[in-house]
């Protein structure tokens, strides 16, 4: 095929917005267009293109908001490079996919002898941080004598927003933190100092990761360097990503060329983490020369549905109107269902699944969607006793779990000696050792330059005298384990930790399951450096993408949070508990902003429908967890479907003749689901 035709081939599926977009030239381009127009997909096919046309694979960098979009993306380049018939060897596997934290990793990793960056860096997710943070304030003694101080995770978002947001501590605080006010100077200290501590730890945490890139980039000589890596860079949910991302965008390509971004402000939801709107309002200020190109066909929702979300999104207070069109006519109106109860609710969801699984939409083309991930819980019970098999996104992070922290700590440790807060977990895990003693221990290593071996003389308690020999010898073999050789390490750690993990916890034997997937997942990486920054920053969801489910050629109903849900699509979404107090939440309702952030997010909850789309709500809530199961509030329909939108819904009584009986119709309890709640924090 000729090198045109190769390019043709590409775009030959698209509309002749989509081709403009996806064949544009080298000038900086913006793409805002609403829900489901295939921003997503034309991005998929601009990469292709750029591809077909000459571009180096490896020149192309494409972020994503996960790890999971990236990799779905970069499996449809390879496809529609292969349906163009291009050589196998120019197709799309060395294009530069990921987020813009794992993406930084590995710039800070490949350019840290030129910032100063120890090369042995390791990165902390967030709950590392956290604990950094705490100890932090623990030495400087804040939060002591009885004086209320804001709680770590509070320490970490102020700091956090301050960084990411580029504002200074006190703007942040009066905005979002009007309650800490009075505790900027100590914030102040405790902030520096956690600086200071991260720098002689050698470790980075997210927003590092961020920063460190910026400033790699603004360095004359040393961002001259990583601009020469890439000719196109492209960026997909733009209206989620900050300033800081934002500069980072215009420092590879500070007039543009080669710059694609998509977006819709619309479905702007990580306002809470600093993200802003103004990135995709200034980019044609930003970039002089910047196309700015809309898409108006909507090809994922039938026109009822279309209708409904067009109309839920219509009531906000500030956006660019986008009259968005489809040719999917026909099909039903979104059904807005009452429920008397959240029983009531699970009961009529799974009803509903398994009507249309029977009408030929598998489960996984499938899926009940929520503000908060708690709000799953009763229906992942009841799909569990009804052997409904499910996947939930965006729920506690199998890494974020305590035993496989644990057993990272012992890589991290190996990886970085300097890193103290994998050290302190490591050396807690030893019966009889606390946190003085773990302290200590930390120091003595830091003093030794890293040399394990100076443990061996360490005299432990006699509960430890038998296991500590093997952990020093496990740690010396760590260090000095050839890196490649991750799933090797991985074993080693899980067979010394096994025993210890059997006697802290609960359920030992799943958990130790859970260690062995983590382990076959090793074979994945090409070192350790890379199997921990990658774990650190895109963390597999729970019972989510991990290493492939044992169950995955059998169909599950998906289950998500509405943020989790951004940028997917199903032939049936059923978006429950949407009542006011949980769709707005009532921990968003501080300002009109947040509730508008709120309104945006049930948009993209519902702007998921393919064919079919629910939105239940509970009558009645329970008040659990204030000792009386018989006592409950009731609810209302969230506002954001008011009446005057309900001629757009077909209403539905879950079910229409209540029994008279009282009798309790789950064979759940809250005992149940508070039991649940409980082992979240093990
Ligand atoms: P969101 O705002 O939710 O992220 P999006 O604008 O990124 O949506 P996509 O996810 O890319 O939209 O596309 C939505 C659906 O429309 C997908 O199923 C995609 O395959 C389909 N689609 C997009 N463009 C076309 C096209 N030209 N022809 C047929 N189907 C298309
Ligand atoms: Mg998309």
Wanted: glycine share 6%; net charge negative; charged share 25%.
């Amino acid at each position: 095929m000729a090198e045109n035709g190769h390019a043709a081939a590409v775009l030959v599926d698209l509309n002749p917005e989509q081709r403009a977009a996806a064949s544009h030239g080298d000038g900086p381009l913006l793409i805002v267009a609403g829900a489901g127009t295939g921003k997503t997909n034309t991005l998929a096919h601009r990469v292709a293109y750029l591809i077909a046309t000459g571009t180096d694979p490896g020149r192309i960098l494409l972020l994503t908001f996960t790890r999971r979009a990236a990799g779905e993306m970069l499996r449809r380049v390879d496809g529609l490079l292969r349906a163009g018939e291009l050589d196998p060897a120019r197709r799309g596997a060395t294009v530069w996919g990921g987020t813009f934290h794992s993406v930084g990793a590995r710039l800070l990793r490949l350019h840290a002898h030129d910032i100063g960056l120890p090369p042995d860096f390791t990165v902390l997710d967030r709950a590392d941080s956290e604990d950094l943070m705490h100890l932090v304030r623990t030495d400087l003694d804040l939060g002591s004598k009885g004086r209320r101080f804001p709680q770590k995770g509070t320490c970490l978002d102020i700091y956090s927003r301050c960084v990411n947001a580029q504002r200074s501590l006190e703007d942040v605080l009066a905005e979002a933190f009007p309650w800490c006010r009075d505790d900027a100077a100590d914030l102040k200290r405790l902030f520096s100092a956690y600086v200071d501590r991260k720098e002689s730890h050698h470790v980075l945490d997210y927003d590092d990761l961020l920063l460190f890139w910026h400033a790699l980039l603004a360095d004359e000589r040393a961002g001259a360097r990583v601009r020469e890596r890439f000719d196109a860079v492209l960026v997909d949910e733009y209206q989620d990503t900050n300033a800081l991302q934002a500069d980072i965008v215009a420092l590879l390509s500070p007039d543009g060329r080669g710059v694609t971004a998509v977006g819709d402000d619309a479905q702007a939801i990580y306002g809470f983490r600093a993200a802003t709107v103004r990135n995709i309002l200034d980019f044609p200020a930003r970039f002089p020369d910047a196309t700015v190109l809309t898409l108006e066909r909507n090809y994922r929702s039938t026109q009822p549905v279309l209708d409904a979300t067009n109309a839920i999104i219509a009531a906000a207070a500030e956006r660019y109107d986008k009259a968005l069109w489809t040719e999917r006519a026909g099909g039903a109106r979104p059904a807005l269902v009452t429920c008397r109860d959240e029983v009531e609710q699970t009961g009529y969801v799974i009803e509903r699944v398994l009507g249309h699984r029977e009408e030929g939409i598998p489960l996984k083309r499938q899926a009940v969607l929520f503000r908060a991930s708690h709000h799953s819980m009763a229906l992942e019970l009841e799909l569990k006793r009804r052997n409904i098999p499910f996947w939930k996104y965006g729920g506690l992070k199998f890494i974020e779990m305590a035993h496989v922290k644990d057993l990272t700590a012992y890589l991290r440790l190996a990886q970085n000696p300097s890193d103290a807060v994998a050290g302190m977990r490591a050396l807690q895990l030893i019966p009889g050792v606390g946190p003085r003693i773990a302290a200590a221990l930390m120091e003595e290593l830091a003093e030794n330059s890293g040399d394990f071996d100076r443990w061996v003389r360490w005299n432990p308690p006699e509960i430890a005298a038998r296991i500590w020999p093997d952990f020093v010898a496990l740690m010396r073999n760590l260090a000095n384990a050839p890196v490649a050789d991750v799933s090797a390490q991985l074993h080693a750690a899980r067979v010394f930790a096994a025993p210890l993990i059997e006697q802290r916890y609960d359920n030992a034997s799943a958990r130790l399951r859970d260690l062995e997937q983590i382990e076959s997942l090793g074979s994945r990486f090409p070192d350790r450096a890379h199997f921990l920054a990658d774990l650190a920053l895109d963390a597999p969801s729970w019972t989510g993408d991990l290493a492939g489910p044992p169950t995955l050629d059998e169909d599950y109903l998906i289950l998500s949070t509405m943020h989790s849900a951004k940028g997917l699509e199903w032939d049936a979404v059923y978006v429950i508990h949407a009542a006011d107090g949980n769709v707005p939440s009532d921990l968003a309702c501080g300002s009109a902003e947040e509730i508008e952030e709120e309104r945006r997010l049930f948009y993209v909850a519902c702007s998921r429908a393919k064919d079919h789309l629910y939105v239940c709500h509970p009558l009645r809530y329970y008040a659990a967890g204030r000792g009386f199961s018989d006592s409950y509030g009731y609810a209302q329909r969230t506002r954001f479907v008011p009446d005057t939108l309900l001629p757009l819904f077909a209403e539905t009584q879950a079910r229409p003749e209540p029994e008279a009986a009282e009798e309790p119709l789950a064979a759940i309890t809250t005992a149940d689901v508070r039991a649940r709640v409980k082992a979240m924090w093990e």
